[in-house]
């Protein structure tokens, strides 16, 4: 976990945005963190840029989370993704597991940011 | 006067705690039905409580099936969890899996809603106290119904003099039929401060 | 754990007439009173310490678990309703019957810690009464809802007629909202063809009994319509009857197509008049009631005298036309109390309803006149008609209706052998008549006058009108009965046609002619043939036609001497037999002829295929062309058309001089008619030939 990495967090509300870049931030310095408030402007920003880790979050008010996950999986084939959302029934989870993309729980807390990044190795 | 009351922030905050909590009372309620509950994004809006604004809050809405639950501690008003129209009577039918050729609840069926209330109530309420880490309790809920105008006074003549409304506007779908819920919470003056106060204090964490 | 030293507040948790029991964060049972314990079946120790999920098995322990967590963690009031959560806790009341439970959780506080109090509910009995009431309330919605979406319209009402019920159809249907309606008197409402019966329904009514019927009603616009009612008492279970319920279908449409399906069942579409088999209905529901009735009954069988003559002219149209006027005079005839009946093609009757046959009989006499002085207009042709009627009164000697039918048909039978255009009145006690009835009596005639050689033979002269030819004469066959009178083959052929005898008069005449021919044999110079009728059937008679050659042979006549006439339409029926008839017969020298040339529409494109020698102009053509110029342009077309074919042409019908002179002038070459010289015994011929010459 030496080199600079790049984390983009997809989710409508800054709260949750605030919560994980603090997060992230404290224990790596170094990385970049990019926030995206909807979907159109995560689905844009996996365009041009090349991130390595992407927390997304379901419920938004223009797209869901996993309508645009396959789109973020083509043209991220390398980041690693996590869905982080309040949407806790199992159907969901079932759903996120099918695009083999790692599930957490609302709200969030530091151990579930740390393993997700963790999870990564 | 909404910007007055609560800052962007402050709802944002608010909404993403609603937003969870309806997730964790989807997740109960689905296992209850054993089907899917979809959910929409809530809307947050305070006001000031007047005649109006709770006439306005409840909409057009010919008949209403409401479900009051106090609360007391850090926080203390009232919540109440209102069904547009026949939404109440739709989501116990389905959830009781009956044909809705009447409109009249039943007393079972209004204990079934008054159940369901109470797991939405208290799922967005856990949630608060969980993640803003204050002390609040709940009184059993009580079901109400009647024309806007009924529940409007009691509301009114409950929540004491110049309380605050804030008002939470959810759907959530089950598999056939959708149903409109709104959360609505009068808060005296000094209760919505405490909130206010509570949830920058939480901001102040991660800022 | 709680105090257990016995305070007052724990004897008054002990007689709570519902359960309670106290749950720490851990899940584990703090306390329970006595009713919980009782119906869980639990001794006072048994459950204290316990993990609440290790006591009872749950259906959903995550809903159980939640809301512990939810009360002990942050003070959160739940309900379990009984019907999401049917009986959380396995209890049982006294009677060991399972309790229905509805479950408080709340959050106490006591020593600084949360616990969890649950207060359980008996609400068995509500949940069952709720059930119930449900239940009915279901289903009285779905009887509502059937009343409101029903196609008929329903209305109760009380002992005194008043509606104190409708449905939204039963508004519909009479154009009244229902707050006029309600307290109507039922029968009063909006009915045209009424109740009459209204007293009559209500005694069925008050009886217990149920009334249908369709009655005629008018809805507030003025519009009729036709509704089925079926009315029928509710009665209480001690047998009283307090209401009654009347159901209305409105049949409007249905009757109307019911009425059209009867209507084209019982009436003849042509004329518009009932046909037979309503005719004959009529006839027998009038034969039925004859001697209740004071009035007279008179059934005519109507036949229009010239009707083949002038179908066969203008054709199925003309003919159509021609019957529809008919029909339309008769009806214009009559009122409309009496029936009128096109029992099929040409043939039509009449039932008259009459205080005395007299004046019956003068009304039919009266037709016939309107029938004479009327004229079919067909194109640029104009007929006179003449109508032959037979009548009979219906009487107590009647038996059946076909009985009544046969006798004016029999009578007007008659009417028609006295030449038509009269009335002949069906008289039982006529004994001729009687036996003239049928044809079998003409088919026993007929074979009693073969075996008894009892028909003789009679010859019409034939007389050339352009200068250069000789006479010929058409051999008409007659019966003589046992009293010595000439009977008209117009009596007997057809039956004998029916009867297929007609071949064997055929024989009776071929036979008895050429041997008359060969018995005057030296007399013959003057006349140049004998015109011998041939039916139909004989034309496919191999047999027959053996014998004519051996016959004509075994005499020594000369083939030439002897002519047959046939009918265009007897030829046309099996051209191909005809033909090859026709043809051995030509080929061995005898000549043939076509009779009533022009009849048939078809005539000029059959005369190519059929090689004949002679073509008789039909009668009709000839009797009228001084005034008609049609039926003169006729008989030139024919007689020119003859005369392309290489054949020789004769005038039928031919009543006066001045008609024999036209045809000569239009170049006609024979000529045969009453005007010409009538039938005569045949022997007769010989003697008339000079008066001619």
Known sequence: MSSIKHFLIVDDSRLTRMIIAKIVSEHYQQWQISHAHDAQSAVEMVKSQSFDFISLDHNMPDVTGLTILPDIQHHQPNAHIGVFTANIQRVMRQRVASHGVSFYPKPINEAMVLRFIGEAN | ?207 | MLDKEQTLSDIVLNNAQCGLLIIDSDYLVVDSNSWFLNAAGLSPDGCLGEKIFTLFAFEQPKTLKRVIDQACQYGMASVLSSSLHPRLFPLKNRHHQPIEQLCFVTSIKYSGRRFCLIQVQDVTDPTAREKKLRHITTQLDKCSLALKYSPSSVAIFNSDGLIEFINPKFSEMTGLSESKILNMNYFSLTCISSYQLETEVWALLRDGQEWVGECLKRNINGQEYWTQDHIYPIQSHDGTISHYVAVQNDITQLRNITHEISFKSTHDSLTGLINRQEFERVVTATVAQAELATSNYLVCFLNIDKFKLINDTCGHAGGDELLYQFATICQSHFDKSHVIARLGGDEFATLITSDDSESAIRRMEALIDTIASFRFRWGESVFSLGVSIGLTIIDETIKNTDDVIKQAESACDIAKDFGGNRLHIYQADDKDLIQRQGDTYWAAKVNQALEADSFVLFAQPIIPLQQQDKISFEVLVRLKDQSGQVIAPGLFLPAAERFNLSHKIDKWVIDHTLDWLANHEHELSEIDHLAINLSGLSLNNHVLLAHIIQAIEARKIEPSKISFEITETAAIANLEQAQQFIDVLRCYGCKFSLDDFGSGLSSFAYLKNLKVDILKIDGMFVKDILNDVIDEAMVRSINDIGHVCGMKTIAEFVENAQVKQRLTEIGVDFGQGYGLGKPMPIDDILLSKLDVA
């Open chain 2, 1 to 207: 006067m909404n910007q007055a009351l609560l800052s962007d922030e402050h709802n944002d905050t608010l909404c993403e705690l609603f937003n969870i909590g309806m997730g964790r009372a989807a997740n109960s309620l689905s296992e209850m039905v054993h089907e899917e509950v979809i959910l929409s994004v809530p809307q947050l809006n305070t006001v000031k409580a007047s005649p109006t604004s709770l006439a306005l809050s409840l909409g057009q809405s010919r008949y209403l099936h409401a479900i009051e639950q106090c609360f007391s501690g850090d926080l203390s008003g009232q919540a109440y969890l209102v069904f547009d129209d026949f939404s109440g009577v739709d989501l116990v039918r389905q959830l009781l899996g009956e044909s809705a050729m009447c409109q009249d609840l039943g007393e079972l069926e209004q204990e079934t809603l008054t159940e369901v209330a109470n797991i939405i109530l208290n799922a967005c309420f856990c949630c608060i106290a969980e993640v803003l880490e204050c002390d609040i309790e709940s009184d059993v809920p009580l079901l109400l119904k009647g024309t806007p105008n009924e529940l409007f006074h009691l509301q009114f003549s409950n929540a004491g003099l110049a309380p605050y409304l804030l008002t939470v506007s959810m759907t959530f779908q089950l598999p056939s039929k959708s149903i409109k819920g709104q959360v609505s919470i009068l808060m005296a003056t000094e209760s919505l401060q405490k909130l206010i106060k509570e949830l920058e204090r939480f901001s102040l964490i991660y800022t």
